[in-house]
C-alpha cells in the first residue's frame, strides 16, 4: 500500500510526528499524580487524604480513565497499556469504595431492612415453616405410637439423659433445673447454644442453593426431634410443662431457623425456576434478601440464646414462663408485620 | 451488563483469564481473574491467621479455661472468627483479607459497581459449607456422617468435593459464594511508568549513527513483534548479546545494509527500527487496518 510513497521514516522525524509520544508527553503527571495518591490510599486508607486531595482524586481518576481509553486505541506502547491499566483498576477500586456508615446500615437494617427482606420472602417461610410442622407431627406421632422409636430419633449423646427409659423425676428436674452447678454451667451453656443454632440457620441457608433440598432435611430432622422430645414427656404427663420450657427461647429460636429455612428455599427456587434469567443471575437476584435473614435470625439467636441459658434456668413459674413466650410471639410478630414505611429497604 | 471472558496467552506462558468489566465512567477495566491456586493459598494465609489468633487468646484465657466463662468466651471468639474474619476485612479493607494482600487478589463486583456489605455478607455465609465442612470431613470423617454403610459415607465425601470442584470448573474461578453475590476474586495488577522508547533516540543527539527505513522494509513486521521487540529493549542493556543477535536477525530479514558492529550500534539500530516500526503501525492502527503479526 506504500509503494508508491517515497518517503522514507527517518527515525528523529518520526518523533514528532508520534500522537502516542506526544499524548503520554502531556498527561504523564497527572497519572504519576494519581499513582502517588493511591498509594498513599491503598497503605495508610483513604482518611489519610486532606481535602483537597480528596476533591482531586474522583477527576484524576476520569483523567486517567480516558487516558486509558485513548491509550488503547491509539498506542502500541505495551508497557505504557499495561501501567494505565493497572492504575485506572487501583483507583477505581478507591473511588468506587465500599460505603461505609455502619451505624446507619446498621440502623436501618434492624428498622427496616431485615423485616422487609423476610416480608418479600413469605411464601418459602411459610413452606419451611410447614416443614417444621410437618416434623413435630411426624416425631410426636412416631414416639407416642412406639416409645422405641425415641431411641431412633434422638441421637443419645443430644438426648442428655432425656432418653426413653428416664423416670418422670430425673425428666422434671431437668425441666427445672436450680441446683448450683447447674446455674455454673449457664455461661457456658448460653454461648454453646447460640453458636450451635447459628451454624445450623447458616447451614440451612449456604445449602440451599442444592435446590433447597438439604435445607428442607434440616428443618424436617429438627422438626422430628422436638415432636419426639414433645411426645417423650407427653407420655410421662409432662406435656405443659415441656412446652413452658421449650416455648420462652423456642419461639424466637424455631422463628429464626424456620426464617434461615425461608432463605435457603428462596435459592432452591431460584435454582429450580430461574424463569427468564440464567441461574446464576436468578440466584444472585434473591441472595440479597436471604443474606439480610439469616444475619438478622444471627441476631434472633443470639437473643434467644440469652432467653434459653439465663430466663429459662432461672424462672421456674409455669405461667411466667407462657407469659414469656406469648410476649416474644406478639414482639416478633409486630417486628415483622407491622406496617411501616419501607425507604430504608436496600440501605442494609 | 456484558462480561468478555477470554484466555491470554502468551507464548506458551498462560498470562490468565481476563474478564471486562464495565465501569460507571464507560470504559472497560480489564481485570485479571486470580487463579485456584491462588486462592487456596489466599484461604489457608488467612486461616493461618485465625489460628494465630485463637491460639494466643488461648494462652491468655488459660488461667480461667477450667471455669465456664473461659470456655464460653472461646467458644464466641470461635464462632465470631470463623464468620467474621473475612466479613471484617472484605467491608474495611475494600475486598481485601490479610492473606489476600498476602497473594495479591482482590474481591470485587463484578458489575463494576463498588462491592456493597450485602454481597460480602452472602460469600462469607456459604464459606462455611464450601471450606469448614469439607475440612472438617477430610479431617474427621466419624463425626461428619455418624452411621450408614461405607457406600453412604463415600456418597456424602464425593457431595462435598462439588463445593472444591466448583470454582476449578468455573472459568472466572468462581465459588458458590461468588456466584450468589455476583463477586469475583481478581489479581492485583502493578505496573510502573517505564522510559519512553520512542523518545530515546531523540534524546541520544546527532552523534548516534542514523537509520532509515523505507516504506517496504516497515510493512513486514506487526504489532505482536513490535511488542517484543519493546520487552527486549527493556530488558536488555547496551551490550547484551541477545540485542546484537536480534539486530542481526532483524537487519537480515529487512535486508537492511546497516553496520552493527560498532559499540552499541546493535541499540541504537534497535531503537531506531522499533520507533519507525511504531510509527508506522500506530498510523494504520488510526486507519483500521495494523498487522496483528508479521506475513508468514
Redesign the interface.
Known sequence: ???G?A??????G??R?????AF??DR?AS??RL?RLVGRIERDGIDSLGESELVELPTL??AA??S??VAR????????L?????????S???V?????DPWR?FVAFWTAGFAAAVRRSAGPVLVALATVVLGVAIGFVAVVQDLANYDLLV?PGMAQGRDASASVESLRAGLYARDASAV?????F???L??NN??VG??C???G?AAGVPTLLLLLFNGTLLGAMAALFHLRGLGVDFWGWVLPHGVTELLAIVLCGGAGLL?GRAVLMPGQRTR?GA??AV??D???I??GCVGMLAVAALLEGFFRQLVHEVAVRYAVAAATAAFWGCYFLWPRRTAGEGA? | MTIVTSRRFEGDLRIGTTVAVPTPEGVPLVLTIASYAERVVGLVADFGRIVAILFVIGLVLAPWLGGPLGEALLMLVLFALRNGWFMYFELRRNGRTPGKRFVCTRVVDARGGPLRPLQVVVRNLTREVETWLPIVAIGQPDTFVTSGPGWVRGVAMLWLLVFLVVPWVDARRRRIGDLLAGTLVVREQRGSLEVELAERVARAGATAPRFAFTPAQLGIYGIYELQVLERVLRDHGQESSTLREVARKIARKLGHDADLRAVGAARAFLEAFYQAQRGRLETELALGRARERKRQ
Open positions: 500500500m506504500a509503494a510513497r518517503v522514507v521514516e527517518v527515525a528523529d518520526a518523533v510526528r508520534l500522537r502516542s509520544v503520554r508527553r504523564e497519572w504519576q499513582e481518576h476520569r480513565v480516558s486509558l481509553s486505541a491509539i498506542s502500541l506502547d505495551r508497557s505504557l499495561e501501567y494505565l491499566e493497572a492504575l485506572t483498576a487501583r477505581h477500586f478507591c468506587h469504595a465500599t460505603p461505609s446500615a441421637d455454673d454451667g449457664l455461661t457456658r448460653a454461648s454453646f447460640f453458636q447459628a451454624q447458616i447451614l441457608f449456604a445449602l442453593f435459592q446464576a440466584l444472585r441472595g440479597g436471604a443474606a439480610r439469616v444475619l442494609a
